[in-house]
């Protein structure tokens, strides 16, 4: 069954890939801030909206982000998507080294909430990881 796009904007395009069962988070382009918050928080909506436990999301064009957007995403933003049944999260990084050690970093931190987080290096991995989640 092919993607179904549930929003598309310049910034982000969140979908429901039924074949691997998860919703997929694409930022097309680095923000930070209140957009950055913004576009999470309607993708908190599709997952209260479509009842999936599995997340992909793809910062592949991200360097890094801000620390406190670090810091929001969490304390604030992951117990929400957990709460609204997210079990599993897979994160494509981009090829920086910066982006790769920032996700580490953030992987470490998050190991004490109930979910599974993990990083991949290609959309490919992320999906094959999540199809076997």
């Not at 309607?42 to 406190?68: C, M, P, W, Y």
């Not at 304390?75 to 998507?81: A, L, M, N, V």
Request: with cysteine; proline share 2%; glycine share 4%.
């Amino acid at each position: 069954m092919p993607r179904q796009v549930a929003v598309d904007t310049e910034t982000y395009t969140i979908e429901i890939d039924e074949d691997i069962d998860a919703i997929l988070h694409t930022w097309n382009e680095f923000v930070a801030g209140q957009e950055f918050r913004d576009g999470c928080h309607e993708l908190l909506d599709v997952i209260e909206r479509n009842d999936k436990s599995k997340l992909l999301v793809d910062t592949s064009g991200f360097q890094a982000h801000d620390d406190a957007d670090k810091e929001w995403l969490e304390d604030e933003w992951i117990p929400q998507s957990i709460e609204a049944g997210i079990d599993y999260s897979v994160s494509v990084t981009g090829d920086s080294v910066i982006s790769e050690m920032e996700m580490e970093e953030f992987v470490d931190q998050t190991q004490h909430l109930d979910y599974t987080f993990v990083m991949a290096g290609s959309l490919d991995e992320a999906r094959e990881w999540l199809d076997e989640q």
